[in-house]
Structures are given as structure tokens and as C-alpha cells.
């Protein structure tokens, strides 16, 4: 080490090399490597020559300058390099030249060259190759001792330092007067920091090295944080060596793994889930520190929405029902409740996170869906079916065909309810039940006057039964055989009075009238056929006529005058041959189909003999006269 180096800071010379070029021009430098500190000062010197005269000229040194870079093929003047302006001083005399740099830095390292300019043409010359320098701090390095609370510190330097140098130790910037060995063994307190000199040279220490600071976070973009987007947190730490980085989230995990191990935790893409409290740790040699909480708030838009109802059973009409609508959303969302019913401009049930019915009715049924919304956007949730179990409504009756009813013709009686779950119907005919079973229908295939009456239905379910009101059938009939009778029933008097009656079943009621047998017109209308003044010649069948618009019906009477004498009739039987003409005895006689018709006996007075008068009733009324 030069006694001149040595006094502007610590150099190492390593080697010293003459260049020289062809016909005497030539650069030597006192050496071809210098290692330097950081900070200190150095000097590169050099001499050159060059020839005195050339072609009858003399030579003249127009330019000297030193460099370590080119611009465009031409050097860069170190006086005029603005990376080390203020720092670089020429000093040339003659043919010698210094170039002395003060305040080393790291980016000095570099070879460094020295160039003349001469008057003479081609004059330039530049020795090569030139004076590497390398600047280098002290430093101090860290290894682990036997017990891990203790750190073996040492002193060094990528110069070759001179044997015996002695050095000088700091802590925490102040000397420590027992040390002056290259190593020193301390005890770990973070809060401490060391550092070494050589001695001679305190002004140029190295770097003090102690353990990482307590680390500050930060979180880029500082704005809100929105889901989906980039988002970096950087945890920076002042320490020496180094720093080394890993981040954690909070989540009460003891055995927490590091979610990254750079001074960056990166989110591409931050999710929901994403947020929460984040911290790191910075550690180096010396000892390791712990940051505090960074809260990471992510917002975002309302995820799909979650249904449910209260109570999750069976629901009952008049019972009290709970629908509630919730989604993760940040900031929380806000909800509106509706009702399926395909309405474009469906109205809000409720702007609530519950829909609640205090006493739910069977028009609530239905499918229900809500939304959730924030200023980040909106979703809307599945549906939710709601289905109100209830007794049976008031039945609905009704007979098809709607018209009048005709016996003989089909006709179906429907029994209808709401109710649910659906109802089982029982058909009654007054109080007989007809038929039962979950149709509600019952049907006539040919239904007949029998089946007039009133009739009703009961719909019923496991939460109640209901009565229908009273369905009244009325089946129309044509005319049933009418019946016909005689009144008096007594031995009729000539010319007394006889009323002949008809009468017969139908819907609607029938009308009557009276004929009497090979006459045309007829004798009377109405129910009842009265004759006055009773006479033989009134003999013979009548028959009235029962009829309504659906149809017609005949009965006959026979209606026999018979002419008797005044005094009492002797009873006697009636021969078996007994005459039967009737111009000879003024007498009827029944044939086998006369017998069975319907008849009635006038007796008019006569005076033919009583032996000759017949006897006037059939055999099957009386045995004799």
C-alpha cells in the first residue's frame, strides 16, 4: 500500500504494467488493479510518451482526459461524466497525469483509461488496457455460534487488507474499546446495531448491521378494493443484512402457513374471501420482527341469494310463515321480496330481508323469489315454493247438462271445493249417501223420475269438512197411465150427476181431456168429466187423454146405462146362456176385454119384466144380481 494512497483513504495497489505504442507512443500506469473503500479517495497516476518530432513538425500535447466510457465510438471526458461531477480532478504536468476521485462509490468500479491529443495528424493515443478500480464497503458478516442467542460477527472486506491490521468495533455507533480482532461474538438484542472500521481509517466504517425494524405495510391501490381486482400488499422493513419477507393471515391458526414468502403478496385477481387482517414478519441474522394487522376490506355484489322459510314444516292457513332472503354481499345488500305471477311490472311484496305472514291464507301460495342489491350490482335468487295446506272452501254443485233435465238421459252432478291437500267429496240424496271418493262427481247414465229430489255434497280433508248447499233435481217425464175413477161409486140414478176422474203422474203437470170412443170431438178438458143428467144412451167407452210436452198417455172407462124397473129387482144368477144383445134386454154385456176396462153402472128404471133383466156387473165384481 502506498504511503500517498494510504493518506486519502484505504487502497490497495495490486500490480503495476507500462504500456507502450509503436514508435515511442506509449501510456504506463503505476498499476492495473486498485482496490478502494466506499468513500475514500483515490489516485490513478500514469505517465506517457509520444515522439517529439514527426515529418519535420514538432509534436505538441493539444488534450489529456481520463475515462471509462465511450459515446458513439468517442470517449467520455471524466470531468464532463455528470456521475462524477464535483468528485474527479485532473493533475498533469509534463508527462505524468493524476487522476484522483473522491467520495467512492460502488458504480466507480470500472477500468479506467487515460488519452492525449496531439497537434500532429492521427495524433490520438490511449492507453490500454487501462486501471481497473474496485470499490468495496467493510462488511460485516454474520455466522451462527453453538448457542443460538449469540452471533459470531466478523470484520470483512473483498480487498486483500494488510496482515496485523487492527479494527475497531461500534455498537450501536459507539466504539467498543476491548475489541480488535477481526471477529467479535455477541449477544442477539434486535434493538442493537454493530459495525467495524480498520484502524487508521475510522472514517470510512462499514455499514452497521443490525436486525429488521419494525415493519410498515402498505396496500396498493389505497383506494376501496374491489372484488375482481389487482391488489398488492408490501411489507418493507429497514435492516441489515437484508431483510427477508413472509406474510400471514389472521385466523386464529396456530400452526399459520406463510402465504407468501417476497416482500409483495400479490391478489391477481382479490376475491371475497380474500379479506380479513394480514401481517409479516422481516428477519435477517439478527433477529426477526412482526408487523401489525393490515385489514383488507373487499367489496363486491351480492352473491346468489339464500331462501328459507319459518317453520320448515307442513304449512297451515291462519298459521304465522317467515321467508327470509340473505346474501354475502359488502356493503350489505339490500332486499326486496316478490311473487311469481308473470305481471312485467311486478310490485314489491316487501323491501325487507323477511317477507312475514302473521296469518297466511291459501291465496299466498305461490312461488316467491327476492333480490339483493348494492351499488356494486344486483342478483336475484332461485325461487321458493310456498304451498298453504287449508280445509275445503264452500263447495261449488252444479248439474250438466245445465238445461231441463228429460228421464232417460244422461246427466253428471260435479261437487267442487278449494282446499288442500285435495279434498274427498260424499254425494247425499236427502240423507241417503250415494257415493264417496276423491272425483266429487256422481252420474245418471239414464236417469229416471225416481231420481227427482234434493241433493248435496260434502267436501273433506284432515284439517276439516264443509256442506255443500242443496242441489234440487228436477226430472221431467211425459205422462205415467193415468188412472181414472167414478164418483159417485154408489148406484147412479138416471138423471143424476157422474163425475169421471183421470188422473196421472208426469213433470211438468199433464193437461187432460175426454173423449168418448168414435166421436171426434172431445167431451171435456180438465181433470174431472162431469155428466148431468145421467141417460141410457151415455153408454160406452170414454177415455181421457194425459199430456204434457213431453209426451201423451190414454185411459179408458167403459161407462154402462142400464135400464131397471122401478120395483125391486128379485136376485137370481145369471144364466150361462143368457142373452147378451143389448136392443133386447137394454142390458150391457162384457166381452173378455170389456171386462177388464174400467167401468161404471147407471141404473135407469124400466118396466120390462125383472126376469128378463141382466145382471150388469162383470163376473169378476159380484156373483149375482
Known sequence: ???????????????????????????????????????????????????????GGDTEVKETFWFTKLSGNQPVDLSTDSDYQGRVEYSCYEKSCTLRITDLRESDSAEYKFSFITNQPGGRYTGSPGVTL????????ESKSSDPSWRDLKCHSSCRLPDRSSYIWYRNGHKIQSQT????????????????????????????????????????????????????????????????????????????????????????????TDSGEY????????????????????????????LSVSPSAEIVEGSSVTLTCSSDA????KYTWYKKNGDPDLQPLSKEPQLVFSSIQSSDSGEYYCT????????????????????????????????????????????????????KYIWYKETQTLI?????VYHFSSISSEDRGIYSCMSENQYGEINSSSLFIDVQYAPKLPSVSVSPSAEIVEGSSVNLTCSSDANPAANYTWYKENEDSPKASGQIFTITDVRAEYSGNYYCEAQN?????????????????????????????SPTDPSDHHSAAFSDTQADLPHAIVLVPSFQPPALLPCCLPPALVSSC
Open 549 to 577: 210436452r213431453r209426451g201423451r198417455h190414454n185411459s179408458i172407462l167403459q161407462l154402462i146405462v142400464v135400464a131397471v124397473d122401478a120395483s125391486p129387482a128379485p136376485e137370481f144368477p145369471i144364466p150361462a146362456d
Open 181 to 272: 480482532s477481526s471477529t467479535y461474538l455477541v449477544y442477539i438484542n434486535s434493538a442493537d446495531s454493530y459495525s467495524c472500521a480498520v484502524e487508521g481509517h475510522e472514517d470510512f466504517p462499514s455499514p452497521p448491521v443490525y436486525a429488521p425494524r419494525l415493519p410498515s405495510v402498505s396496500v396498493s391501490p389505497s383506494a376501496e378494493i374491489v372484488e375482481g381486482s389487482s391488489v398488492t400488499l408490501t411489507c418493507s422493513s429497514d435492516a441489515n443484512p437484508a431483510a427477508k419477507y413472509t406474510w400471514y393471515k389472521k385466523n386464529g391458526d396456530p400452526d399459520l402457513q406463510p402465504l407468501s414468502k417476497e416482500p409483495q403478496l400479490v391478489f391477481s385477481s382479490i376475491q371475497s
Open 330 to 333: 359488502n356493503p350489505a345488500a
Open 372 to 423: 339483493a342489491e348494492n351499488e356494486l350490482g344486483r342478483r336475484t335468487s332461485e325461487y321458493i315454493s310456498i304451498n298453504v295446506t287449508y280445509a275445503p272452501k264452500l263447495p261449488s254443485v252444479s248439474v250438466s247438462p245445465p238445461a231441463e233435465i228429460v228421464e232417460g238421459s244422461s246427466v253428471t252432478l260435479t261437487c267442487s271445493s278449494d282446499a288442500n291437500p285435495a279434498a
Open 1 to 55: 500500500m502506498s504511503l500517498t494512497a494510504a493518506a486519502s483513504g484505504f487502497v490497495v495497489v495490486l500490480l503495476s504494467v507500462q504500456g507502450t505504442g509503436q514508435d515511442d507512443w506509449g501510456v504506463t500506469y503505476s498499476s492495473t488493479e486498485i482496490c478502494a473503500l466506499k468513500g475514500s479517495t483515490v489516485e490513478i497516476n500514469c505517465t506517457y510518451t509520444y515522439p517529439s518530432r514527426i515529418d
Open 134 to 141: 474496485r470499490v468495496t464497503d467493510l462488511q460485516v458478516k
Open 436 to 440: 264417496q271418493g276423491p272425483e266429487g
Open 279 to 306: 401481517y409479516c414478519t422481516a428477519e435477517n441474522e439478527l433477529g426477526r420482527r412482526t408487523s401489525e394487522y393490515i385489514s383488507i376490506n373487499v367489496t363486491y355484489a351480492p352473491k346468489l341469494p339464500y
